[in-house]
């Protein structure tokens, strides 16, 4: 591989441009990460994460089923590994009393809820 930019430094350990091809250092001198800690997941995940994560187990998907099933107009935002569902009847109106919820999933992923109050507390969680 050439490249009509010589002497252009990809990064500071990485390969480096010279006229008439690439030049790459030394396996040697490549510097070592260390290994990531533990990988947790599920209940040990959310207790890790702290109190305001709960483990999505089944009583969590009974919930969010029913949370989905029983919302007027509910919403949906996804951003990288987490999922929002919003009940916009909950957030509507001054008087309402919005409630959130979070639970992580085995695989690390976040569901979260946003809904009146009186749902999460007829469903025991709030």
Do not use: C
């Amino acid at each position: 591989i050439t490249s009509d930019k010589p002497d252009i430094d990809v990064t500071p350990s990485g390969p480096t441009f010279v006229a008439g091809g690439i030049d790459t250092p030394d396996a040697t001198t490549l510097p070592t990460l260390p290994l990531p800690g533990p990988i947790l997941s599920g209940a040990a995940l959310a207790a890790a994460l702290g109190p305001q994560f709960a483990y999505y187990d089944d009583y969590a998907k009974s919930f969010v089923s029913q949370f989905i099933r029983g919302a007027e107009k509910i919403e949906m935002v996804q951003f990288n590994l987490e999922i929002v569902l919003v009940d916009m009847t909950a957030i509507d109106d001054p008087t309402d009393i919005a409630y959130t919820r979070r639970w992580v999933t085995d695989d690390g992923h976040v569901i979260s809820t946003i809904g009146h109050l009186q749902d999460f507390l007829d469903f025991g969680i709030a």
